[in-house]
């Protein structure tokens, strides 16, 4: 099994879900949370495990450090969804005014910026197969996207999106080319940094990317950045369990490789995932996509079957099925986007849709405490 970790980007706020910028006081009290350029909402980052138990308590113990907090400072709570849903998408709230980089981020993008989302981290020490890795996940980003889309409102409106998160994020570079190489990448990042497209190098913004501790020339990750905040831990650990089933594949078959294995050319196959990145940040398991390999149309949930049904073998034999099996559960009742575009469809508002969703998301994370601690995840 893969080492995997996450970067789980939320808002606070209150119950009624209005969003209230406190990353300020939460970073000063909090070991492991950090700051976003917008104080709306705060980062934290796990540990990278192996098992997908261990996984469940690192996504669970800082959320509920952070519940705890939220009430001492008054009567707030965390905030599902990856968008202001409610309101206040007109201005951006800083969190560190002295923060040059933070000006550059406000005055180029405002506050199509300010978005909570998850990024998966998945450990894969040789470069090159880690750079391949990226090349097919960034072709098959839109189901993991289609899977976690959680943000159709913006100030309490629809969109036309079921990921409004994706469809406005100003990915940069505009145009990020498949990587034949780690040498590859390290001169185009560095001619990015020269140009003054890329302002540093953590300042590439697309669905997936190499990750490491010194890049682009130590890389020993893949960042899938695509994902909307997906609030159930079980179902983002499942998301995590179709991606790990295809990495391994991918790990051991070289042929499985854009430039190798597909009807399209490189220049085509970056125009072919821009839209179907659109039509999942569109539709998402409903989206008609077009595959990498042949052209064929196909929809997402039904592309996202097929992964399943390949890595189910994969999933089991290392001892993890249980935890890719709620993706079932998301491709029959929809997604978080999709339920609450169903309520709304029916007459309830934005405002009622986002705090049942809290409401629930509070109790399913006590739910989940209640059955680690008495040694039984479900």
């Known amino acids: 099994m893969l080492l995997k970790g996450f970067e789980v980007e939320m808002y606070t706020g209150t119950p009624e879900g209005d969003i209230v910028g406190l990353s300020d006081k939460i970073t000063a009290s909090l070991d492991g949370f950090v700051r976003e350029p917008d104080s709306r909402n705060v980062e934290y980052t796990t540990q990278p495990r192996h098992g997908y138990e261990q996984l469940l308590c690192e996504l669970l113990r800082p959320r509920l450090a952070l519940r705890q907090y939220l009430q001492q ?4 709570t965390l905030i599902p969804g990856s968008t202001l849903s409610l309101g206040g998408s007109d201005r951006f709230h800083r969190s560190d005014p002295q923060n040059p980089y933070h000006d550059y981020i406000e005055q180029t993008y405002g506050t ?3 978005t909570a989302s998850i990024h998966i981290n998945v450990g894969i020490a040789d470069p090159e197969v880690l750079i391949r890795a990226c090349r097919v996940i960034r072709m098959e980003a839109p189901l993991y996207l289609a899977l976690s889309a959680a943000s159709p409102f913006i100030d309490s409106e629809t969109t036309g999106y079921h990921s ?13 080319p498949l990587f034949a190489s780690h040498g590859d990448h390290i001169r185009w990042v560095e001619e990015q940094l020269t140009a003054g497209t890329m302002q540093n190098v953590r300042h590439l913004w697309t669905s997936v990317r190499p990750n490491g501790d010194r890049r682009p020339y130590d890389l020993n990750r893949l960042e899938l950045r695509i994902c909307d905040l997906v609030t159930d831990p079980i179902s983002l650990l499942a998301i995590t369990a179709l991606l790990e089933t295809r990495l391994l594949q991918i790990i051991d078959n070289p042929q499985i490789d854009p430039l190798v294995d597909s009807t399209f050319s490189p220049t085509e196959l970056i125009t072919l995932c821009a839209n ?5 940040a569109t539709s998402s398991l409903d989206a008609e996509l077009i595959h990498w390999q042949d052209g064929r149309k196909i929809l997402a949930r039904d ?3 097929e992964l399943y049904t390949t890595g189910w073998a994969i999933a089991k034999q290392q001892g993890f099925s249980c935890f890719l099996s709620p993706l079932q559960k998301i491709l029959r009742e929809g997604n978080e986007a999709q339920q609450w575009l169903q309520l709304y469809g029916v007459g309830v508002s934005a405002r009622s849709v986002l705090t049942q969703a809290i409401n629930s998301i509070h109790e399913r994370e006590m739910e989940l405490e209640d059955k680690i601690c008495s040694g039984v995840v479900s």
Do not use: M
Not at 164 to 172: A, D, E, V
């Open 73 to 76: 400072l008054g009567n707030y």
């Open 112 to 114: 199509k910026v300010v």
């Open 276 to 280: 179907n990145e659109i039509a999942a």
């Open 164 to 176: 409004t998160r994706w469809g406005i994020f100003p990915q940069t570079p505009t145009r990020v």
């Open 303 to 305: 592309w996202i079957q």
